[in-house]
């Protein structure tokens, strides 16, 4: 890749005078990480170019890099894929407190990062407090996806509901979490239209099926709808009926007695 590149688009006459506008647009175009990487690589001028355009991060490894080492290196960051924890916290082999808090990264993203848009993170602790914190901060925040996360309960959700005004996608998946407010979904504005994907299929309590309903029947471009055990089949008739558009719907298991007349 790095030798294809260069022979394409470098000479010694040329490599100087190449307009860096240009170059950026080209390198935006790439879409592999390794291959951005190797563009990286090439030489100064092209270690820029990257870097500038790079809107992109994905980090495997929270303890690999912090983040007053990867804003100076990627200034126009607009979403951020970070993993904490290793693989087999899932089987509650990590002790408590162990670390991979999101918070100290929300701070730094605060004032280096404050037109970030998707946030999705994976085996981190996140807080109540760091989800108000992140609603708070990012006035343009779009996605965020929570997966084998801990820390946090449905207030954190209530605050992101009712701060993220352009929330595109609310994506909870497989964690730890206390849903001890069923009613977190009303925190959603009635103004509020823009979600394209919601999943909630991990929570055990009920959740206020009103809520669902209105929301669904706002949100024109909601395509992902992932609901948990306690909406009934009639109640899942209705939001089919609501929201035609869906592309995939994910449901509990549902069971009902068979009787002969």
């Not at 990286?40 to 991060?57: D, F, I, P, Q």
């Not at 708070?136 to 959700?157: E, M, V, W």
Request: with cysteine.
């Amino acid at each position: 890749m790095k030798e294809s590149l260069e022979s394409n688009f470098m000479n010694r006459r040329g490599s100087s005078c190449f307009p860096d506008e240009v170059l950026e647009r080209v390198i935006r175009m790439l879409k592999s990480r390794k291959d951005r990487s190797s563009v990286s690589l090439v030489c100064k001028k092209w270690y820029n170019a990257e870097r500038w355009s790079r809107r992109n991060v994905f980090i495997g490894n929270c303890y690999f890099v912090s983040p007053e080492i990867l804003t100076p290196r990627f200034p126009n960051i607009r979403s951020v894929t970070l993993k904490g924890k290793p693989r087999f916290f899932d089987f509650n082999l990590v002790p408590a407190n162990w670390g991979a808090d999101i918070h100290f990264w929300l701070v730094v993203f605060a004032e280096k990062y404050p037109f970030l848009k998707e946030l999705r993170l994976k085996r981190m602790t996140v807080t109540d407090e760091s989800l108000k914190f992140l609603a708070r901060s990012f006035p343009n925040f779009k996605a965020i996806s929570l997966q084998n996360c801990d820390g946090f309960s449905t207030d954190g959700l209530a605050a992101i509901a009712a701060d993220c005004k352009n929330l595109t996608e609310l994506d909870i998946q497989e964690n730890v979490i206390d849903d001890k407010n069923d009613n977190w979904l009303t925190y959603f504005p009635e103004s509020f239209t823009s979600l394209e994907v919601l999943n909630f299929s991990i929570f055990h309590n009920d959740v206020n099926f009103d809520a669902i309903e209105k929301l669904v029947t706002r949100c024109k471009s909601l395509k992902t709808l992932k609901l948990n055990k306690s909406i009934a089949l009639e109640q899942l008739q209705r939001l089919l009926f609501r929201a035609p558009q869906l592309c995939e719907l994910g449901t509990d298991s549902f069971s009902q007695e068979l009787t002969t007349q």
